[in-house]
């Protein structure tokens, strides 16, 4: 099927970007890799009068450390996280997640903005920022914001944004010490939507304590879910497979997957435990140097 007719735009400032999105406000839809709003269009479930293309904004594709933080443009595409470097960073993650996201296509044209601002609760990024405790920086004509990862997701493709809002940074807070993260996916087949993931970041103390701990699950809810209750078990413990066992297993009680062909809710649910224990011990492995 081909999209409704609708008006194109293509700002060549961030403020100009933001005039029309506060002009068109409720019928403009920002375009960003056009990964997923293009086959939506297309299938006509969604049909804005507006488009309004953020590709001609050069100042938004950045990746820099500042203050403490990582900050990602809301234009850096998934492809460009593929070959991310983390370094004494502890964010392996984002290479694992990049790398697992559709094929190369899509990592090619995708964005880190445009995945948290669709917010398929089967998306990976999501679960990532959860994870990472990132915030996301929101821009209208009335002023900037930064939200929570936690305050972010609301529900199936909805988040807390204002319709006249754009998303143009991540800010991923950096950490001193010894830290690493991993990304796990279950999927069908290369290159699908995760049947479940779950993303891990783990900082240690040099006796192996764990002093910091992120658990985000992909495809377990209506939204990406913070495994809350095996974070809170994991810090003040040494992290050994006994201890990840036994916050993981609590898993089973912050999540209420749904059902459908692909998989059932218990063995999502069965899976959520796998890939978290996998992610945290794949940390733990790369603290110590595996
Ligand atoms: C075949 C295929 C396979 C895929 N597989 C996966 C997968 O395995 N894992 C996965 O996570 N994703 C997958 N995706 C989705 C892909 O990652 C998308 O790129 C991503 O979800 C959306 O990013 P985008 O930049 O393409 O956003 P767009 O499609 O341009 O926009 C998506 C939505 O976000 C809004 N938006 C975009 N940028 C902003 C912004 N800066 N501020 C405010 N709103 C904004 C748009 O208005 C729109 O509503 C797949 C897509 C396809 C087509």
Redesign the pocket.
């Known amino acids: 099927m081909l999209p409704r007719v609708f008006e194109y735009f293509r700002p060549k400032t961030l403020e100009e970007a933001l005039q029309l999105l506060s002009k068109y406000k409720g019928e403009a839809?920002?375009?960003?890799?056009?990964?997923?709003?293009?086959?939506i269009m297309k299938l006509r479930l969604?049909s804005p009068k507006y488009l309004i293309d953020?590709n001609g904004l050069q100042n938004?594709s950045y990746q820099r450390t500042t203050d403490g933080h990582l900050a990602l443009g809301?234009?850096v595409r998934?492809k460009e996280l593929e070959s991310f470097e983390a370094g004494n960073t502890g964010l392996h993650v984002l290479r694992d997640a990049a790398s697992?996201?559709?094929?190369p296509q899509?990592r090619n044209?995708?964005?880190f903005?445009?995945?948290l601002?669709?917010a398929?609760p089967?998306?990976?990024?999501p679960a990532v920022a959860l994870a990472l405790r990132a915030e996301i920086k929101?821009k209208s004509v009335s002023g900037e914001r930064k939200i929570k990862a936690e305050d972010f997701f609301t529900g199936p493709f909805s988040t807390s944004?204002n319709e006249d809002?754009?998303?143009?940074e991540i800010s991923i807070p950096l950490v001193k010490g010894r830290a690493a993260s991993s990304y796990q996916k279950l999927?069908r087949k290369a290159?699908?939507?995760?049947l479940v993931g779950a993303a891990a970041f783990l900082m240690l103390d040099e006796k192996g304590v764990c002093t910091k701990a992120g658990i985000g699950l992909t495809s377990v809810a209506d939204k990406p879910v913070i495994a809350k209750k095996a974070e809170e078990l994991l810090v003040g413990r040494k992290i050994d497979e006994r201890s990840v066992e036994d916050a993981c297993q609590t898993i089973r009680e912050d999540i209420n997957p749904p059902s459908d062909v692909r998989g059932s809710s218990e063995y999502r649910k069965e899976m959520a435990v796998v890939l978290a224990k996998r992610a945290i011990l794949t940390s733990l492995r790369r603290i110590s140097g595996g």
Do not use: N, R
Request: charged share 15%.
């Open positions: 839809k920002v375009l960003a890799g056009g990964q997923s709003l293009i086959p969604a953020i938004l809301c234009l998934h697992l996201i559709g094929d899509v044209m995708g964005t903005g445009g995945s601002a669709h398929d089967s998306a990976d990024w929101v944004m809002e754009l998303i143009t999927e290159g699908d939507f995760a």
